[in-house]
């Protein structure tokens, strides 16, 4: 696989949790650089859960194989750390074909996405991560790139200008994005197959705990990988993280073995709590239970309030606890649920939700 810009590494990210206590975090942070590209799995046999995906995208691969066709273009969409690089890496391994990754702020100026498209060879993959965030002029030449395989030129200006209709390779493209709603209506139209990743389940994260910590080498019993994996929030990106954390516990603490009672206690000091909340999530859900009366509440000023930045939130933070059901969304705003007054431990008969006593 030619990895000509690698998504995490090429451009920047605006980082807003830098001063915070980011370890739960599902977006990369330095931290993980190192190590991800050495523990992401290769081939769908190393690829965890999402079965029905793998199924479906399995059959998708073979019908194009047989076909001797390029494969359809592929939207994956859902919250960051689920495994939509990994998995159009996968893909390209399965189709035996190489795959360029970048990303949509890498491909500000015409000229990068003319530039990209025109290296692509016959059947290659195109990754273009947070595809949402391509401007307009890219997402322009994108279109006839995707649909018949030509990019539209122009050349010279004013009386002189000429059109141009250069063909390139057919290829397929990948585009990955934590928000399918911010996708222009015309682009993902564009995209033959779209797929939404889920949230693992604890089985599923005690899984790639326990591969991951094979690969490097760290000892773990299943009791130990069960109890991260409840605290990973869903996601093996924090999975992944919070074993190689736990490990330096280990070793430092113990004779290096994880296990259930290492594990609680490494998380316990990271201030991690049993539903994977950090800090951040905790004061957000406090804030709604006690500025707010649990209620709704608009994003934007509990975002003023935590001084965070609103898009974090709604990436990051949210997904998360409305998947655990600690928060849900209604048109007035956010709301804690009973869950989560009780997660939190707080006795709820003051707390009114929807104007309704519970
Ligand atoms: N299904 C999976 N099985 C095992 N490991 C996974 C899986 N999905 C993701 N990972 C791990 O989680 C990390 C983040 O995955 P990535 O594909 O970069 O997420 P995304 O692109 O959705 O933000 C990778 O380093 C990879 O090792
Ligand atoms: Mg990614």
Do not use: W
């Not at 942070?29 to 050495?38: A, C, G, M, Q």
Request: with cysteine; aromatic share 6%.
């Amino acid at each position: 696989m030619s990895i000509i810009t690698d998504e995490e590494n090429n451009y920047k990210k605006v980082d807003i949790n830098k001063t915070k206590n980011d370890i739960v975090k599902p977006e990369t942070i330095e931290s993980d650089r190192k190590f991800e590209n050495t523990i992401r799995p290769k081939n769908f046999e190393a690829y965890i859960g999402q079965s029905a995906l793998k199924e479906t995208l399995k059959i998708t691969i073979a019908a194009a194989k047989k076909r001797e066709q390029p494969l359809d273009h592929l939207l994956f969409y859902g919250p960051p750390g689920l495994g939509k690089t990994t998995l159009a890496g996968v893909i390209a391994e399965q189709m035996g074909v190489d795959i360029k990754i970048t990303s949509a702020p890498a491909l500000e100026r015409p000229r990068d996405i003319i530039g990209i498209l025109m290296s692509l060879k016959g059947g290659e993959i195109l990754f273009i991560d947070e595809i949402h965030r391509l401007n307009k002029i890219a997402e322009e030449i994108l279109y006839p790139a995707m649909e018949d395989f030509y990019l539209d030129m122009t050349t010279g200006k004013g009386q002189t200008v000429k059109t141009l209709r250069l063909p390139i390779p057919k290829f397929t493209l990948i585009g990955a994005t934590t928000k399918a709603g911010a996708l222009s209506g015309p682009l993902r139209d564009r995209f033959g197959i779209i797929h939404r990743l889920e949230f693992y389940t604890e089985d599923e994260l005690a899984e790639v705990i326990t591969r991951t910590a094979g690969i490097l080498n760290i000892s773990i019993d299943n009791d130990g990988a069960h109890a991260i994996a409840k605290r990973s929030r869903g996601t093996p990106r924090i999975a992944n993280r919070l074993v190689k954390r736990v490990a330096d516990f280990a070793l430092v603490k113990a004779d290096g073995k994880i296990t259930q009672k290492i594990a609680n206690n490494a998380l316990n000091t990271l201030k991690i709590d049993n539903c994977g909340l950090d800090t951040t999530d905790r004061n957000l859900l406090m804030l709604i239970v006690e500025k707010y009366n649990g209620g709704p509440v608009g994003i934007e000023t509990l975002a003023a309030a935590l001084g965070e930045d609103v898009r974090t939130l709604e990436d990051v933070c949210e997904p998360y606890l409305l998947q655990a059901g600690l928060l849900q969304r209604t048109p007035r705003g956010r709301m804690v649920t009973p869950y989560a007054l009780d997660h939190l431990g707080i006795k709820n008969s003051n707390i009114s939700i929807q104007g309704s006593l519970f």
